[in-house]
Structure formats: C-alpha cells, structure tokens
C-alpha cells in the first residue's frame, strides 16, 4: 500500500468526521439537549509490546541514553539532559561532586547506563510530575548510521504561525514524494520536528544529504521560498568522533506532555503527536 495515498485517505476520513462533529454538535445546542464532551486521548494500559513497537521506531543508540534533568537550569530556565552515568555523584568516581565544571564526554570515569525496557515504559508511562523520566536517545550509532532523520524547527524570530506553515510545507513535499513522516509538536508550542524513518540504518552523511536536498530542491514544488524557521537535522553530525555520542533528541510520546495543552492544540497537520523535549 502506498502509504501517502493512505495517509491523504486518512486525512481526508478526519476532516468528514470533524465536520459531522460540529454538525451534530450544533444540533445538541440546538434543541438544548446536554452532553459531556469525551476525552481526546483515552486511558490504556502501557505494555511490554508497546515498548518495543515504539522502539523499534525511535531507536538509536542502546549504549547510552539521556534523562531530562527534574529542575529547571537556574541560568536558562530550561531543564537540560544528561547521559546517564553508573558513576554519576559518587565519591571518588564524579568530577562534578567536587566541584568540577566537566562534561560526562570529557570524564576518565564516565560508565553510561545503557538503554532498558523499564526505561522506556517509564517515558510512556510518564508518571513524575517534574518530568525527570523524559528519555533522549542518541540517533548516530559509533559505526556514523543512522535509523531516523529529524527536521528541527523552532520559532527564535517569533514569526507567528510561519513555522507552522513551513512545517506543513515539508510534510506535503514529503507527502508529494512518497516519503513518510510524522510530525509533533514542542513542548513549548513554537516548534516542531519532522520525523522521517528508513527502513535499515543508513549513513548519517547520506541521510544529512537528503535532507539538505528535500529542503533546497523539494521547496519548489510546494512555492515556498524559504524555511526561516528550520533551526537543524539531527543527527547533527556526519560520524562520530572517537569517545563523543554526538546530539541527542528526546523521545515523544511521553505520557505526561501527552495530556497538556499543548499536545491538544495542533490542528491540520498530518500525524498528531506531541513532543516532550524543550526549546
């Protein structure tokens, strides 16, 4: 099955159904007839089989992993993420228990956790108010391939909507090529990444490659004369420098920024998911 034919059948049945939605609605209010609105996401329980469906998506490096710190930093006022250490503020071992200002990269001792199921569900799950179990992974695996591509867009200029038409305008080129992805929006409303998935790992210079050209060539079919928006693709980098793990990008779908605002508010565009990363 083609699967942008099957995506415009999709986007197609829910603008039908939204429609005969305010239809009826407006019937209801009509005839003064009372009635509670259902919940747009509903209650399922998390299972083993929905973390490994969600990582065989989004999966990166299992070497490693990042968690999104529970307290905001007290310069930018954004929680940052952190690799996770077997060492981290152990006596003897951490540098930063004494005082040092050194990155995890740069430590002699550094033992990163690797990635688990458990850690997963409890990013689904989503169940710390101060969203200390919000994962990032690391897309460029050590051989410099990569299983995904991600268009970073984000509103520095606060340019209004633009970004959301820039966003919608890379998914109908993708859409008119036949290439799949999923959009979700940020955290703080004024953003989104685009996220295109291959089907084996492939080198992140030749994934980076074709972003830069579905970006410069492909905006030519959708008459869109530039991406002010577009900040980056992550993975950031071509390959890997001997011990880095290269740029990070936190994981969607986290089961507590699933129910904000937010995550309710994105209109029109493809896919509706919803990022737990910051900007």
């Avoid at 410099?144 to 080129?173: A, S, Y």
Wanted: hydrophobic content about 35%; glycine content about 8%.
């Amino acid at each position: 099955m083609n699967s942008s034919l099957y995506q415009e059948g999709l986007e197609e049945k829910v603008e039908r159904l939204e429609k005969e939605n305010e239809y009826l609605k407006s019937l209801l209010e009509k005839y003064q007839i009372e009635f509670d609105p259902l919940p747009f996401i509903h209650d399922e329980k998390i299972t083993e089989v929905h973390v490994r469906f969600f990582y065989s998506m989004f999966r990166g490096r299992s070497d490693v992993y990042a968690k999104r710190s529970g307290k905001p930093n007290s310069k930018t006022g954004k929680a940052g993420y952190y690799p996770q250490c077997a060492n981290f503020w152990k006596d003897g071992y951490c540098p930063r228990k004494q005082g040092m200002s050194i990155s995890c990269q740069k430590c002699d001792n550094r033992q990163y956790l690797s990635m688990t199921g458990p850690v997963l569900m409890a990013h689904l799950k989503g169940e710390k108010e101060d969203g200390s179990d919000v994962i990032g992974i690391y897309p460029l695996l050590p051989d410099g391939r990569c299983n995904f591509l991600v268009f970073d867009f984000d509103d520095h200029e606060m340019l209004g909507n633009q970004w959301m038409v820039e966003v919608d305008g890379l998914r109908k080129m993708c859409q008119e090529l036949h290439v799949p992805c999923l959009v979700e929006r940020s955290r703080s409303g004024n953003g989104a990444h685009v996220w295109l998935f291959f089907k084996h790992p492939i080198q992140a210079v030749k994934a980076r490659k074709f972003g830069t050209l579905l970006l410069t060539k492909g905006s030519e079919s959708i008459e869109l004369k530039s991406f002010a928006s577009y900040d980056r693709m992550i993975s950031a980098q071509d390959w890997l420098e001997k011990g880095k793990i290269g740029n990070l990008v936190a994981l969607p779908l986290q089961g507590r920024a699933l129910k904000t605002e937010t995550a309710l508010s994105w209109m029109n565009i493809g896919i509706h998911i919803r990022i737990n990363g910051e900007r």
